[in-house]
């Protein structure tokens, strides 16, 4: 994860330093000579993402969700590379619209279904609140909202683990 701390009114240039394995040295040289592009995984796990942005009320609608994610280096990387993310090339921009629009109506949807967001409107749940806080990941959470209510220790752990 790179970032910049400096002061951008000031400042003109960053340094960061890459940790990584040995065997991916040369992944991260092209990556820095510009031989390679930087791809983004936001698509994997954008569900999280965007339950913790309801919570904060950064989203309140099916809009919001849109021009947030129209915001993002996901987005710019759909553009640039649609192929790398399964999406139809020369796509314009009704077309990129629309397709923000049904992933984060899917993700929405997903989120009010398992009861982490309100039916009626964009505000997380008592649950929704929690996945974020705890970074729970969707799937997780899928889990443990599937147990009974007074659910033993036993019962909880083989959903985790159902060969102990």
């Not at 990584?20 to 990556?31: A, D, F, N, P």
């Not at 820095?32 to 989203?59: P, T, Y």
């Not at 049904?102 to 505000?123: N, T, V």
């Not at 147990?147 to 159902?162: C, N």
């Amino acid at each position: 994860m790179l970032g910049r701390a400096g002061r951008p009114q000031f400042d003109d240039s960053a340094t960061a330093a890459i940790l990584t394995r040995k065997e991916r040295v040369s992944h991260y040289e092209k990556l820095v000579q510009g031989s390679e592009s930087l791809e983004s995984c936001l698509h994997l796990n954008l569900i999280d993402h965007l339950n913790a942005e309801i919570g904060l009320g950064n989203i309140s609608d099916v809009e919001s969700a849109v021009k947030w994610l129209a915001g993002t280096f996901l987005f710019v990387r759909f553009r640039r590379n649609p192929t790398h993310y399964k999406l139809k090339e020369g796509a314009n921009q009704e077309d990129e619209d629309e397709l923000l629009r049904q992933i984060c109506e899917k993700d929405i949807d997903l989120l009010r279904k398992c009861g982490l967001i309100e039916a009626e409107s964009l505000r997380s749940t008592q649950f929704g609140d929690a996945m974020a806080r705890y970074y729970i990941q969707f799937e997780t959470m899928k889990v443990l909202l599937s147990l009974r209510p007074q659910a033993t220790l036993s019962e909880t752990v083989s959903l985790f683990f159902p060969r102990c």
